[in-house]
């Protein structure tokens, strides 16, 4: 009896496998809210927060919604896998099932991938205010001018141990992730009001070269000298992300709020990723002597709350 015959079909069922079972960079998610799209683009009207409560005098002062916002255009996305019917019809080891597998893998590495490149050009994009995401200049209504690309001098930190830009100590890291938090929890609202002052969840995202510090600023009950570590004293949920994609930063951390109801980001989706098949039996099959298998999908990602987010630079 000869060996099975490999088929499309498997390999559909391998891809949809693999998708199910790979949700994707597990950051994700909390630095940004999905939110589903129905048309060519959409508009995200940042309306301002909430009134704070006041003493009752000569009535009710009602306070109305501010207009800024932000519009995200979807953009088709693919990626095509092409393999020749030869190779097909003689894979006896699984490599094409691998190769479904792994187009999976990328699919869902997609969203790591916008929000990595918003990340990376934060410094030098506006976002719904007009100012840069990462930025010095943001104000609305009473807020006053507020910064979130803050820049710290590690070599006049009270640590007993100390490092470069490029290679901070556990000490200075853990000082530069309380700083970044310090400077969230004292934003302050278009009615004046602190904007984070129930924020107690975030994530602090690096570079690889960034690792060893940032794991050991986040975990380390002691830092190298002796001394206790401030950032595990606090009340807060730090979570450390290594974040491959952003090699460029080599003495920059984000921090971001992640327990907020709005996020840094938004991940926007007109139509989920499918799997189109060119296979056994297609015209392109028949004119080509290949196969091609294609994920399709109409999507975008784009800055949402500058609020909860923080650049910080590492400078001496």
């Not at 000869?2 to 630095?31: C, D, I, M």
């Not at 994009?125 to 803050?150: L, M, P």
């Not at 820049?151 to 200075?172: F, K, N, R, Y």
Request: with cysteine; hydrophobic share 40%.
């Amino acid at each position: 009896m000869g060996a099975e015959v490999l088929s499309s079909r498997a390999v559909q069922g391998k891809f949809y496998e693999t998708l199910a079972v790979n949700e994707g960079r597990s950051w994700v998610e909390p630095v940004s809210m999905y939110i589903p799209s129905d048309q060519e683009s959409e508009t995200y009207k940042w309306l301002g927060m909430s009134p704070a409560m006041r003493e009752w005098i000569a009535g009710r002062n009602p306070k109305g919604l501010r207009n800024n916002g932000i519009t995200i255009e979807n953009k088709h996305f693919e990626a095509t896998l092409r393999i020749r019917e030869e190779d097909f019809r003689r894979d006896k080891t699984g490599q094409i099932l691998i190769r479904a597998a792994e187009l999976a893998d990328r699919t869902q590495e997609h969203w790591a991938s916008l929000i990595s490149t918003l990340i990376l050009n934060g410094a030098a994009t506006v976002c719904y205010d007009g100012d840069y995401f990462f930025g010095d200049a943001h104000a609305e209504g009473d807020s006053g001018t507020q910064d979130n690309n803050i820049s710290i001098d590690i070599s006049a930190m009270a640590t007993g141990v100390h490092g470069s830009i490029t290679l901070p100590s556990v000490g200075e890291m853990a000082i530069c992730i309380l700083s970044g938090i310090s400077q969230i929890l004292g934003y302050k609202d278009d009615q004046g009001e602190p904007f984070n002052d129930l924020a107690q969840t975030f994530t602090v995202m690096a570079a690889p070269s960034l690792m060893a510090p940032l794991l050991g600023a986040c975990s380390n009950q002691f830092l190298a000298a002796g001394e206790s570590n401030p950032l595990i004293a606090g009340n807060f949920k730090v979570t450390p992300v290594v974040n491959s994609r952003l090699t460029t930063m080599a003495s920059q951390i984000c921090v971001f709020r992640t327990d907020g109801r709005a996020k840094p980001f938004i991940r926007q989706e007109e139509k989920a990723v499918e799997l189109i098949m060119l296979a056994e039996g297609s015209e392109h099959a028949k004119i080509n002597g290949e196969y091609l298998f294609g994920v399709d999908t109409w999507r975008n990602a784009g800055y949402g709350l500058w609020q909860h987010a923080c650049l910080v630079t590492l400078a001496n």
